[in-house]
């Protein structure tokens, strides 16, 4: 059974940083996508960053160059670490797993962390 807990997140001022991470169980996690994703209130999700299996990373136009993805294999956690936040960055945050077992597709979520960037 996959799962995938992320943790991290909290109230930041304007400027701060926050470091979340997703940890995963089950046996997938060196082969997945590992994702970050986040969906305001009244908004759709939207991808944030990306990490693949080789440590290609894809982000978002909005966070370039203030958020960086990585991931450690031998922990099976990815952690997302975000500086320089504003009010914008206000949203619940999800980690995703996605990759194919054989050439069955899969793409797990975990239950979201709450970042709110507030004065």
């Known amino acids: 059974q996959v799962q995938l807990v992320e943790s991290g997140g909290g109230l930041v001022q304007p400027g701060g940083s926050l470091r979340l991470s997703c940890a995963a169980s089950g046996n997938i996690f060196t082969n997945s996508v590992m994702g970050w994703y986040r969906q305001a209130p009244g908004k759709q999700r939207t991808m944030v960053a990306l990490?693949?299996?080789?440590?290609?990373?894809t982000y978002a136009y909005s966070v370039k160059g203030r958020f960086t993805i990585s991931r450690d294999n031998a922990r099976s956690t990815s952690y997302l670490q975000m500086d320089r936040l504003n009010a914008e960055d206000t949203a619940l945050y999800y980690c995703?797993?996605?990759?194919?077992?054989?050439?069955?597709?899969?793409?797990?979520w975990g239950q979201g962390t709450q970042v709110t960037v507030s004065s």
């Open positions: 995703n797993a996605a990759g194919r077992t054989g050439t069955t597709p899969y793409s797990y």
């Open positions: 990490i693949s299996a080789s440590n290609g990373t």
